[in-house]
């Protein structure tokens, strides 16, 4: 059965930290890794990933893919409380016709 | 970029109503989106596949007659939830994928704003 892992599940830091958000998975195929950032309303996309080692950034996000190992990590510098949301790991096994979702880290940022 | 449009946004209806959900792609055709379920603190419930033309794909425990869903055209799948009942009081999400690369099967999930389901 297909699987993806998050970790942590949660995770409370100050304003100015920086946090690493893992994502594992156990996939018969894979196709590519994505990252959703979700606040109150439906997940918002931040990356997409197909290639190991390859970085994606965007402002103080940044993310890895490393396919050998089966993992990616989602890296947050400088957190800011706006930066509070879930963050969901998602793998498509299947040319965009079947998505794993993993169960999402929570992160809050404390003023 | 690629714009999912979901509606109503909130809905509050009374119990043995039936309740219908929009899930539109904006400026782009999807083929295929998905219906999703999701529990407060709880990650996202795959429901069902929509694809255009031809009936969906349920997941495992989803009764098919309570949760109609309809994808007559290339931008619109609809989610009908039939008889609602409290315990159907959710938050209904649809995604759709396309954008840059979709073309190339490599293209994101865009998800829609959500539906919150109030059944009272």
């Known amino acids: 059965e297909d699987k993806v892992v998050q970790s942590p599940l949660s995770l409370v830091v100050h304003e100015g930290d920086t946090v690493t958000l893992n994502c594992s998975y156990e996939?018969?195929?894979?196709?590519?890794l994505l990252w959703y950032k979700q606040e109150k309303k439906a997940p918002t996309f931040l990356f997409m990933l197909?290639?190991?080692?390859i970085e994606k950034k965007s402002g103080r996000l940044s993310s890895i893919l490393d396919k050998k190992e089966l993992f990616s990590i989602l890296n947050i510098t400088a957190t800011q409380t706006g930066d509070s949301a879930v963050y969901l790991c998602?793998?498509?096994?299947?040319?965009?016709?079947?998505?794993?979702f993993g169960p999402g880290t929570r992160l809050s940022v404390l003023p | 970029g690629a714009v999912v449009s979901q509606h109503p946004s909130w809905v509050i209806c009374k119990s043995g109503t039936s309740v219908k959900i929009e899930c539109r792609s904006l400026?782009?055709?999807?083929?295929?989106m998905f219906w999703y379920r999701q529990f407060p603190k709880q990650s996202l419930m795959l429901m069902a596949t929509s694809n255009e033309g031809s009936k969906a794909t349920y997941e495992q425990g989803v009764e098919k007659d309570k949760f109609l869903i309809n994808h007559a055209s290339l931008t619109l799948s609809t989610l009908t939830v039939t008889s609602a009942h409290p315990e159907d009081s959710s938050f209904y999400i649809c995604?759709?994928?396309?954008?840059?690369?979709?073309?190339?099967?490599?293209?994101?999930?865009?998800f829609g704003n959500g539906t919150r389901l109030t059944v009272t």
């Open positions: 995604s759709a994928r396309g954008g840059q690369g979709a073309a190339m099967g490599n293209s994101p999930l865009h």
């Open positions: 996939v018969t195929n894979f196709r590519s």
């Open positions: 400026d782009f055709q999807a083929t295929t």
């Open positions: 197909t290639s190991s080692g």
């Open positions: 998602a793998v498509d096994t299947n040319y965009g016709q079947n998505f794993v």
